[in-house]
């Protein structure tokens, strides 16, 4: 799981051109959105894409679930992780 999170950390900083960040600067834990990490929806929808394009993940913009897959670095891990396992 420490990889995957390495690389969703890696894929935040890439996508949304945090250049002044480092992987290990991000908290999984962390809230991605408001507090934390302070992303907005407009990188929400540049995150979204980025992890579909990856991924192959498909989610629905409005979904509450998918809004709770993005609570955190960690929850977007266990989402991917759950997929690549089907």
């Not at 990856?54 to 998918?66: F, K, L, N, P, Q």
């Amino acid at each position: 799981m420490q990889a995957l999170e390495l690389e969703i950390k890696t894929l935040i900083i890439e996508t949304l051109g945090l250049e002044d960040l480092k992987p290990e600067d991000i908290d999984a834990l962390a809230p991605l959105f408001v507090d934390g990490l302070g992303l907005d929806s407009i990188d929400a929808l540049d995150l979204g894409l980025a992890i579909q394009r990856r991924y192959g993940i498909h989610m629905s913009a409005d979904a509450e679930e998918t809004r709770q897959h993005f609570r955190s670095v960690r929850a977007l891990a266990a989402l991917i992780g759950a997929q690549r396992a089907t």
